[in-house]
Structure formats: C-alpha cells, structure tokens
C-alpha cells in the first residue's frame, strides 16, 4: 500500500479507537454533560472519512494498483474492504448517541439508555447503505431509533449512506475487474 493510506487509516483507526473508548467511558460513568467531546471529533471524523471514500472510490486505478501491489506482497488488502466501513459505522454510531445526548429527539428520534440499541442503530443504517435501501422498502428494521428530520440530521445520514453506497459500489466493481482479468489470464 502506498504510504499515504496507510498512514491515514492507521491514523484515523487510532481516533476511531479513542472515540470509541472515550464514548464507551461517556456511556458507562454517566458523565453525559462530556458528549461534546465525542460529538463534534465523532461527527467531523465519520464526514471527513466518508469523503476521503468517496474520492478514493471514484478513483478505481488507485486502489487497483494499490491492491494489486498488497496482493503482491502477500498481504489481504483489508484497509481497502474491511477498514473503511468499520470505521465509519463506529463513528456513526458514536456521532449518533452523542447527538442524542447533547441534543435529544431534535437529533435523533426513539433514542434510550441500551448500548445494544445504539449499535443496532448504526448497523441498520449501515445494512440501508450496503443494500440500497432493501431493508427501508420491506420494512426490516434492526432498531427503533431514527434519525430527526431535521437538515442536518438528515443530511449526515445521507452522506453516510451515501458514501457507503458508493464504497460498495467501487469494491463490487474492482473485484468483477479482477475476477475477469485472471479468466482471461
């Protein structure tokens, strides 16, 4: 892998790490008045992260080559299928029951105390990103909690979504690439 990604992902998994931690923290000791300062790094990381995907996913030749050159090198190529979407579902996660804390229903709508229900929430935007909205058409919700119809609300949800649609979308097509280029080999 070229330095450059690897050095940003490795970067942003150790914010993704200490957010995580920190929100976990937040969560458990009670200190809610301290959301602020999962909040806004939580929501700045996961929209910056989201774009970093987006422009590296419109940018096929680069991440062929770099794949390409970690499949050469023995390695799996991870950072570029696994990596992006953990990251930005852990920030997500975190941005959203820390919008719920600071802000109450006017972020976030059904939202309540249970970690597991902050993680199924996370889990069913991700599956509506991934699967293009399979789960919204035929009603399979994992989590009761929505997003506030709000604009910015709304609008961090849809460039989540968004970019993840599009990150798939950019895997799917790298690998039909590479499945044809070695039947062709």
């Known amino acids: 892998m070229s330095p450059i990604p690897r050095l940003f992902f490795s970067s942003l998994w150790m914010s993704v790490c200490f957010l995580g931690c920190t929100g ?3 969560y458990y000791s009670g200190a809610r008045d301290k959301a602020v300062w999962v909040f806004y ?5 996961c929209l910056y992260f989201c774009f ?7 940018n096929l030749s680069v991440v062929r080559r770099d794949v390409d050159i970690e499949f050469a090198n023995g390695e799996s190529a991870e950072t570029y299928f696994i990596v ?13 029951y820390s919008g719920w804390v600071l802000f109450g229903e006017s972020f976030v709508t059904g939202g309540n105390d249970s970690y597991m229900s902050w993680l199924a929430y996370g889990l069913d ?18 989590s009761t909690i929505e997003h506030a119809s ?14 993840l649609s599009i990150s798939v979308l950019s895997i799917a097509i790298t690998t039909f690439k590479r499945i044809n280029r070695r039947r062709s080999n």
């Open 24 to 26: 976990i923290l937040l």
């Open 41 to 45: 790094p939580s929501m700045f990381f």
């Open 52 to 58: 970093y995907v987006v422009k590296y996913a419109f």
């Open 84 to 96: 992006p979407s953990a990251v930005i579902y852990t920030l997500f996660t975190a941005a959203s």
């Open 125 to 142: 935007n991700y599956i509506r990103a991934v699967m293009f909205d399979f789960a919204e058409v035929y009603r399979f919700d994992l």
């Open 150 to 163: 709000g604009f910015w609300p709304s609008t961090f949800v849809f460039i989540v979504r968004t970019s």
